[in-house]
């Protein structure tokens, strides 16, 4: 039987929605399917390569992607948006029966100095760690 597939959802797949995609596979790989995109990908910050390099999970194979690799063409069994933007602007999934919402700050968009911009990244790294933890506990059978 196929693993449901997880579709994490931000702006430009560039920090949120990588963190997240790498800690389901890390955590979740045997009951989930992860993957994640942008409403307008760009490039992955160099940032969060650093934040999730620390963690222990390098995201060499990542790349950012866009909804069309995946909308009308793959099944997502949970949609779930980690910016308000991508909730606001998310387009409907067909077919999907659970979509979440997590509320998380963009780091990309912190202003400071680039130790301050470092913490914010790994503070909301931490997040998506517990967010995805939360997530395994209520959805992952057995």
Known sequence: MSKPRVLFICTHNSARSQMAEAFLKKYGAAHFEAASAGLEPTQIHPMTYKVMEEAGIPLTDHRAKGLDEFLMKIHVGYVITVCANAEA????????????????DDPAAFEG???????????????IKVRVKAFLKENAAG
């Open 89 to 104: 602007n998310c387009p409907i999934f067909p077919g999907v029966p659970v979509r979440q919402y997590w509320g998380l």
């Open 113 to 127: 100095t680039e130790s301050e911009q470092l913490a914010k990244f790994r503070e909301v790294r931490d997040q």
